[in-house]
């Protein structure tokens, strides 16, 4: 992928439980296709969307009792792709459509070498409860698809909890799409929430396509977490089975895509959110010290490992709880 653009999506609440080939078409799509990783892991750490999406774009644990996020902004982050990529020629921004200094990401952001927008500051999302994905799309491709090389990076937020039809405004907005569904109303308003944001990436591809660039173009996506604000009972409805709760219940979909890929590539090995920058430095050509990283490639011949913040952890071998 060495000099091809990169948008790169943190999805709030994503999770397999979001995919259904016909409420969220572009995303199931999306997941079977490109590299497909059957044992991919999201675990929760202890400030929830902040630790993430930070595990996500640093790969690197977070303190426990403190916001790491917030405090890498004194920190030098070099091996983060926005400083990488913009020390390569690219245009580097990043985008929440919440209000911008949510968990200091007006502090973290800019540090990882981005031009930051949120709410509030540039990005004038229409503001409901929560936003939407699809808006976020529309007003802010505008401004780097005619770039020569760039990479965007988002946080997304029509997928947040709470999970019901009076309070979420994106779930609100679909509910007649979801109202077929054999569901509890926390479980239909969930999928809800997630057409919003399978809107916004078909959105997306489809302005990537028109502008002659979706084959110089890869779109990453993982949760920040998964979707805790569904009673476990729930998210046992869209599993359709009892999930375990200690490593299954973190069991995710990492997608990394794009549309020249002529067939898929299956990776069985377990991989984690702390995996993806280093794989995403080596898909991209990205020099980088893999001893100040705590993920590993999920692509080398490196062996799997899965931690998780209570210190359970699993590998190719085995499993600890």
């Not at 259904?20 to 400030?47: A, C, H, R």
């Not at 902040?50 to 070099?78: H, Q």
């Not at 709470?162 to 109202?179: I, L, P, W």
């Amino acid at each position: 992928f060495e000099g091809k653009n990169l948008i790169w999506i943190c999805a709030e609440g994503f999770s397999s439980w979001a995919l259904d080939e016909t409420k969220t078409p572009t995303l199931s799509k999306m997941s079977q296709e490109g590299f497909v990783f059957e044992n991919f892991y999201n675990p929760i750490w202890g400030v929830s969307t902040s630790d993430g999406e930070y595990t996500t774009c640093t790969s690197l644990i977070p303190k426990t009792g403190v916001w790491s996020f917030y405090r890498s902004g004194s920190n030098a982050m070099p091996f983060c792709l926005g400083n990488q990529l913009g020390a390569m020629g690219y245009s580097t921004r990043a985008y929440h459509n919440h209000t911008y200094d949510y968990y200091r990401r007006d502090v973290s952001h800019p540090n990882m070498g981005y031009d930051y927008k949120g709410y509030g500051n540039g990005l004038n999302v229409t503001k409901t409860w929560p936003e939407s994905d699809v808006e976020m799309m529309e007003l802010t491709i505008p401004e780097y698809i005619n770039d020569a090389k760039f990479h965007t990076y988002y946080m997304t937020v029509s997928g947040h909890l709470e999970y019901n039809f009076s309070g979420n405004r994106m779930a609100a907005k679909h509910q007649e799409d979801v109202a077929d569904l054999d569901y509890s109303e926390a479980a239909r308003a969930y999928i809800a929430c997630q057409m919003e944001f399978d809107q916004a990436v078909q959105y997306l591809i489809e302005q990537l396509d028109a502008a002659g660039i979706l084959d110089d173009t890869v779109i990453v996506i993982s949760g920040d977490h998964y979707p805790y604000g569904l009673e476990k009972s729930e998210i046992d409805e869209l599993a359709g089975e009892t999930v375990e709760e200690n490593f299954e219940l973190y069991h995710s979909t990492l997608i990394i895509w794009n549309s020249a890929m002529e067939e898929p590539v299956e990776i069985n090995k377990p991989c984690c959110s702390l995996d993806i920058l280093p794989t995403l430095s080596n898909l991209f050509g990205v020099e980088y010290d893999s001893r100040l990283l705590m993920g590993r490639d999920i692509l080398s011949d490196s062996e799997g490992l899965v931690v998780f913040s209570d210190h359970s952890w699993l590998t190719e071998k085995g499993r600890y709880n």
